[in-house]
C-alpha cells in the first residue's frame, strides 16, 4: 500500500486513540456517588499568589468509598484550600479539622443520576462525532491521494480499514459508557 496511504491510516487511528483518552478522562471526573481523587482534580489554589492545582499542594486519598481527605503539605494553606474547594461549585462541603481536610461525598439522588447519564451520552455522542470527523477527513485525503495517481485498490483498501477502526472505536465508546451508566445507576 501507498505510504501516504498509510501515514493517513496511522493519523487517523492516532486520533481515535486519543477522542477515546479524552471520553475516558471526562467520564473519570463524573460523580457517581463513590469518592475519587479525580473529583476534585480540576480544583485550583491560591498557592502564595499562583494558581497551582489542589494535587500539587496537598496529598489527596479516598480511605473509604465516601471520603475524600485532603491532606496539605504546608499546614498555612489548609484556609486557601477549603475555600477553594468551596469556590468550584462541586457541591462539596469541606470539613477542616487544622490538620486535614475531609470532604463527605453525599449520596446522589435518583433526579442526579438521570443528570449525569443524560451528561455522560452527550459526553459520548459528541466523541462518536469527533470519529466520525476523523473518519471523513482521512477518506477525503484518501481520495486526494487517489487523484495524484495512488491505486483505486489501495484506496479502497485504505478507505475499508479507517471504517473498521470508525466500528472498533465507536463500539469502544459504547462500551465506556456502558460501564459509567451503570457504575451511576448503582444505588
Not at 79 to 88: D, R, V
Amino acid at each position: 500500500m501507498n505510504e501516504d496511504l498509510l501515514f493517513i491510516l496511522e493519523d487517523g487511528e492516532d486520533q481515535m486513540k486519543k477522542t477515546i483518552s479524552h471520553l475516558v478522562e471526562a467520564l473519570s471526573k463524573v460523580r457517581a456517588g463513590k469518592a475519587s481523587p479525580q473529583m476534585i482534580s480540576e480544583v485550583y489554589v491560591d498557592y502564595y499568589g499562583s494558581k497551582t492545582l489542589l494535587s500539587q499542594t496537598a496529598n489527596v486519598n479516598t480511605p473509604d468509598p465516601k471520603t475524600i481527605l485532603i491532606q496539605p503539605w504546608d499546614k498555612n494553606m489548609i484556609q486557601e484550600i477549603e475555600k477553594a474547594i468551596m469556590a468550584s461549585n462541586l457541591g462539596f462541603n469541606p470539613q477542616n479539622d487544622g490538620e486535614v481536610i475531609r470532604i463527605i461525598v453525599p449520596p446522589l439522588t435518583e433526579e442526579r443520576r438521570i443528570q449525569l447519564v443524560k451528561y455522560i451520552n452527550q459526553e459520548a455522542e459528541n466523541n462518536r462525532i469527533s470519529i466520525r470527523n476523523t473518519r471523513k477527513k482521512a477518506n477525503d485525503e484518501i481520495k486526494s491521494i487517489q487523484k495524484e495517481g495512488a491505486s483505486e485498490d489501495d484506496a479502497k483498501m485504505a478507505e475499508n480499514k479507517i471504517q473498521e477502526l470508525t466500528t472498533e472505536y465507536i463500539k469502544n465508546i459504547d462500551e465506556i459508557l456502558s460501564a459509567k451508566e451503570k457504575e451511576i445507576l448503582t444505588v
